[in-house]
């Protein structure tokens, strides 16, 4: 006498494994894309970081400049501060920012300020979304020092999402006021 056992039909199977590869597909497609998302989140803030960053030396480099109005130049982003040497002297080290495509560039080294040049520069480079940044300087009642410096730069709304329409910008003012003090 023959035994029936219980099983699964081949039809069974068949049907149960499409159902696990199908399931299987749409898992798949929802993990590669919130992988595709929380990499973009991680961009975003590592952009935002280096923005921060770039934008805090900026501050630093301008909170220290010398406050004669001579040894500025807004229109290019140039101030002059007095640093330390290697050998304890007192030296005078200009600095310049200026807004490129892809993020800012920080020159520093020699500076004319009556041919409005760089005689010998070092430079480095800062990635982020500024699109635009401009200096005024607001001046004493002599016109001899610069008191403060207002920084307006302007940077793109992040969005996560893709936008098919061109993304607004957001316009910052930072006023910077010049610390009065002296080496020795």
Known sequence: MMRIRPAFTLIEVLVYGALLSIFAVLMFGFVGSMRQQIEQVRMVGAHELTTALALDLMRR????????????????????KSVLDEKGRVTQLSVGWQCVKNGIKRYEGNYDFTQRKWLKRATSFYGCSLSDMKFELRLSHDRQYVEQVVIIYSTPKITLMPVSSPQSLIVFQENIRLRNRVLA
Request: net charge negative; proline share 5%; glycine share 4%.
């Open 61 to 80: 480099d301008l909170v220290s400049a010398d406050m004669q109005r001579s040894i500025w130049d807004p229109a290019a982003g140039v101030s002059t």
